[in-house]
């Protein structure tokens, strides 16, 4: 079982500023099967990249995903007031899915 | 666009079976393409991978939850469906149908609103 570890479990940043959010797993993730999803109050969580790097369709570039193995990184460069949120990662290469815990991104 | 929509009851008793079914318009329960992927989350928590079936058949479960559950398509209804047996209040959370497919060279992904179950006698 590959589990998944996200930090900070909460990131409290300003509109403007630049997030990097973090995403490790336990052992690694084969063909960067590796995916960022945002779920905001109420709703439905939403892909934001998939394969580690790429964009889901509709999702503004200012989101960005990195990374290889066993760790992996969801930048957005410069926050909307939108984006106040929690972010999920999720890996697909095993025999089964994981989430990681979270990380709540907030408003300073 | 692909719409999905999930049914069932809001409330179960414990030791009792849960059946939630996902409805899908705009795609096919018979596309060998698609995942039909169910999700849920307890009540102020993360969320968690439950199982799947894709490629006309093949499943893929959680496994700490594989001896309780088990997902299957209807493509008379053109939906898809999960059953969770012997719940307890630990199974009480949103749940959600999901589906991912790729679609000229890009993975799509379409989830439903979500439809809370309480486990409760």
């Known amino acids: 079982?590959?589990?998944?570890?996200?930090?900070?479990?909460?990131?409290?940043?300003?509109?403007?500023?630049?997030?990097?959010?973090?995403?490790?797993?336990?052992?690694?993730?084969?063909?960067?099967?590796?995916?960022?999803?945002?779920?905001?109050?109420?709703?439905?969580?939403?892909?934001?990249?998939?394969?580690?790097?790429?964009?889901?369709?509709?999702?503004?570039?200012?989101?960005?995903?990195?990374?290889?193995?066993?760790?992996?990184?969801?930048?957005?460069?410069?926050?909307?007031?939108?984006?106040?949120?929690?972010?999920?990662?999720?890996?697909?290469s095993s025999s089964w899915n994981t989430f990681g815990q979270g990380t709540k991104l907030e408003i300073k | 666009q692909v719409q999905l929509q999930e049914s069932g009851p809001g409330l179960v008793k414990p030791s009792e079976t849960l059946s939630l079914t996902c409805s899908v318009s705009g795609a096919s329960v018979s596309s060998g393409s698609h995942y039909w992927i169910w999700i849920r989350q307890p009540p102020g928590q993360g969320l968690e991978w439950i199982g799947e079936t894709y490629n006309s058949g093949s499943t893929k479960y959680n496994p700490s939850l594989k001896?309780?559950?088990?997902?299957?398509?209807?493509?008379?209804?053109?939906?898809?469906?999960?059953?969770?047996?012997?719940?307890?209040?630990?199974?009480?959370?949103?749940?959600?149908?999901?589906?991912?497919f790729e679609s000229h060279g890009v993975t799509r992904n379409y989830w439903g609103q979500g439809t809370l179950v309480t486990i409760s006698s």
């Open chain 1, 1 to 92: 079982e590959i589990v998944l570890t996200q930090s900070p479990g909460i990131l409290s940043l300003s509109p403007g500023e630049r997030a990097t959010l973090s995403c490790r797993a336990s052992q690694s993730v084969t063909y960067n099967s590796l995916g960022w999803f945002q779920q905001r109050p109420g709703q439905a969580p939403r892909l934001l990249i998939y394969a580690a790097s790429s964009r889901a369709s509709g999702i503004p570039d200012r989101f960005s995903g990195s990374g290889s193995g066993t760790d992996f990184t969801l930048t957005i460069s410069r926050l909307e007031p939108e984006d106040f949120a929690v972010y999920y990662c999720q890996e697909y």
């Open chain 2, 67 to 100: 001896s309780r559950i088990s997902v299957s398509v209807d493509t008379s209804k053109n939906h898809f469906s999960l059953t969770l047996s012997s719940v307890t209040a630990a199974d009480t959370a949103v749940y959600y149908c999901v589906t991912s």
